[in-house]
Structure formats: C-alpha cells, structure tokens
C-alpha cells in the first residue's frame, strides 16, 4: 500500500507550505472574532510547527522526522521564514525548533479547576510574520514548491512523499494553475505521489466545504478547480479526519472551500498527519 513509509531520521519526509500573501489577505476572515487571513493563517503555521517540534522531540533533542519549507506569494515568492532562517527553503525541524525569529507572549484561556476559565500567558515562538501586498502569483508559487520536491525526491527517492499544502483566498492572478499542479503530483517516491493539498481562506462566512469527495456542491469553476488540484486523502489522514467528525469516503479530497478560523486549525492538523515516526 502507498503512504506507509516509516518515517525515520534516515528516512525523512517534508512539508511545503505556500502561503498566500496577496493584498486580499488582509481582509477580516469569519469568525466570532474578527481576525485579518494573514494573521489567522501566519498564527496557525506558527503553532503547528511548535506541535511538530513537541512531537519529535526526544531526550537529546528535536529529530529531523522532517523538514519544513514556508513559501510566500504576493509581491514576491520565497521564502516566508524571518529572523536567522530568513531565505531558507527546506530547514531541518531541528534547526526550526532552535531558531524562531522570536517569542511572543500570548494570553490563553486554561481552566481554572472550578469549572470555569482563567487567562494565562503563555509563551508563542514565531517563525513568519504575516505579509500582505501584491497579487497571487500561484502558478510561480507552484513551480517553486515544484522545484524543491523534485530535489527532495532526488534525495530521498524511497521515503513517505512530499506534501505540498497551499493556502489562498483568491484565484490566481498568473494563470490557471492547473499545470503546475499537476507537475506537484506527477512527481513520486517509491512510497507513492507527492500530496497537494489546498485551503480557500473565507471572509464571507457561511458554512466551509471541507474534505469534499466530489465538485457537485462547490459554488463556482475557481473552486472546482481548487478541488480538481488537489490530492485524494491517502487512507490514514481519512482515519483521522473521520475521527474528527468529517464525511469522509474513498475519494475524500485534502480540500476546504470558504475555510474559517476554526477550519484552518483542522486543516493544517489532518493534512500534516503522516505515517508513524521511528
């Protein structure tokens, strides 16, 4: 079966994520508090690349299950890393956990033992900063994702694939990205093909489309395209999303249209859920 590499120091796996820094990003997206997309999705990459830190941590130290790239588009398409990984592309979690470009302190609600919440501080380490301006370059964007899975695959042509996970509100502005997305998935490792997984960040509210199995409910041909790109959930991550309380069937998609604050979280978690760590 595909999508069962172990996962090892040895035998790494990476996460590529593109990050729409468009100046429609600095709209306010749904939610019970008004939050800009850029800062929503800045925030949620922050604290899921804490959780994977935690995650491989170890007596000696944070292991290199994977490494990690954050991509931006708008004005420009790079590297959306600041402080000491500022240009860097695919770091080692290692050096990701060693090098935030700093730490905030956050106020976190926590119980308080009596039923009720109390707010603490808590410390939040800060890799991207959220960055808004220009269009959304998402065909340079793809091809640049493109460049660097096909080095990874010339590394490590026997490991757990590549996953690409984009995240946008809006149609891109250099194309349809349809080729270049498929020039994603096309690409393979011996444990199956590279994974892309794509978000549409709302600011309309109503009800997100998550982890759709067909493009019968999506409401226009950007979203079915959106969808069309994407990659079929491989069968551990439906596990996980079915858990989660999701519809999921055998040509679940990794795809959610009109994603609120809450639909992001889900997101990054079920699309970063790979196979076991050894």
Not at 201 to 214: I, K, R
Not at 230 to 259: C, E, K
Request: aromatic fraction near 8%; glycine fraction near 10%.
């Amino acid at each position: 079966m595909p999508y069962m590499a172990e996962i090892s120091r040895t035998n790494p796996t990476c996460f590529i994520f593109l990050v729409d820094q468009s100046t429609s990003m600095g709209d306010q997206i749904g939610g019970e508090i008004p939050q800009k997309k850029a800062d929503v999705v800045a925030d949620a990459i922050n604290r899921l690349l804490t959780e994977l830190a935690v995650k491989c941590a170890k007596e000696e130290g944070v292991r290199d299950y994977f490494h990690v790239s954050v991509i931006g588009y708008g004005a420009t398409v790079g590297s959306a890393f600041s402080g000491a990984l500022a240009g860097r592309d695919l770091v080692p979690l290692s050096e990701v956990a060693d090098n935030p470009a700093r730490v905030d302190e956050r106020l976190k609600k926590v119980p308080d033992g009596a039923g009720g919440l109390v707010e603490t501080s808590v410390s939040f380490p800060v890799w991207m900063d959220p960055v808004i301006g220009g269009g959304t370059p998402m065909n340079r964007a793809l091809h640049y994702a493109e460049t660097l899975v096909r080095g990874w695959i010339t590394q490590h042509p026997g490991g757990f694939p590549p996953i690409v996970i984009n995240l946008t509100d809006g149609e891109s502005t250099d194309g349809v990205p349809t080729e270049a997305a498929t020039a994603i998935t096309s690409q393979a490792t011996a444990d199956g093909a590279v994974l892309l997984f794509n978000l549409h960040v709302s600011a309309t509210g109503g009800s997100p489309v998550t982890f759709p199995s067909s493009d019968a409910g999506l409401p226009d041909a950007y979203a079915q395209t959106l969808f069309s790109m994407s990659s079929v959930l491989p069968s551990h991550m439906r596990s996980y999303a079915a858990a989660q309380g999701h519809q999921i069937g055998d040509t679940t998609r990794g795809f959610v249209y009109n994603a609120d604050i809450t639909s992001v979280v889900q997101f990054l978690d079920i699309g970063t859920r790979a196979t076991e760590l050894r």
